[in-house]
């Protein structure tokens, strides 16, 4: 009876280690403190969403992570909390004519395809590897913003190359998203702007634009995890 018991516990705890979503997955901190933290959390991100068109994930997932998610259910928790503040993030950036509808088209689309490999690889990789691989991300993300110098008065040229290089973009942004529970804005914005020739706005706004439908399809990869 007790090896019984035992048993079901194993498989209830793995069942939680291998699903992505679940009823509080990893001890969550539903204090009034976790919960003030969390609505922090929420403003900030809503404010870096709409000045640098990024969803935020940057801010979140280590959030999360010191609340007492896991670093897997927090990169999870939030690509699915990116779909509100990119949406807010995009409308008023088309509202000001800042978006390249065509360019987010093409980056959603690797980037969909980027998201479900990102999802599976987040689902199978090691707590300790999600980790490294997110500090890796955020050194890599602050030397960028140090280095980088944007543009505004720069468009993008269509043509067949920037079309596919701009599919081949999003393939790479939806892996590391879907992987790093990121919007994936901090990689979009500087690449649109040195590679394609975007200036700072209108990489921030079809940034947003293709994070929005990515962070939908990579949450549903998610919970089905």
């Keep these: 009876m007790e090896g019984g018991l035992r048993h079901g516990d194993d498989m209830t705890e793995n069942d939680g280690q291998d699903r992505l979503f679940g009823p509080n997955p990893s001890g969550l901190d539903e204090s009034p403190h976790g919960m ?3 609505v922090i959390v929420g403003m900030i991100v809503g404010l870096l969403s709409g000045m640098f ?5 940057t801010v979140i997932v280590p959030a999360l992570v010191w609340l007492g998610l896991s670093q897997r259910h927090a990169a999870a928790t ?3 909390a990116i ?3 990119s949406i807010s ?4 950036y088309a509202h000001n004519g800042n978006v390249d509808w065509v360019a987010a088209a093409l980056l959603f689309v690797g ?3 980027g998201g479900q490999f990102g999802s599976w690889l987040l689902s199978r990789l090691p707590e300790l590897v999600l980790r490294w691989v997110f500090v890796v991300f955020l050194i890599f993300v602050t030397a960028n913003q140090v280095i980088f110098t ?4 720069q468009r993008i040229f269509m043509s067949v190359v920037t079309g596919i290089g701009l599919v081949l973009l999003g393939v790479v942004i939806g892996t590391l998203a879907g992987l790093l529970g990121i919007g994936g804005g901090a990689l979009a914005v500087p690449a649109l702007s040195i590679l394609f020739g975007a200036s700072d706005l209108i990489a921030r706004g079809t940034s947003l634009l293709a994070m929005f439908p990515n962070s939908i399809t990579t949450s549903v990869a998610n919970m089905k995890r």
């Design 150 to 153: 944007p543009s505004r008065d």
């Design 53 to 57: 068109g990024i969803g935020g994930g």
């Design 83 to 85: 779909v509100p503040t």
């Design 36 to 38: 003030m933290v969390l």
């Design 111 to 113: 980037m969909f395809a």
């Design 78 to 80: 939030s690509m699915l």
């Design 89 to 92: 993030g995009v409308i008023s």
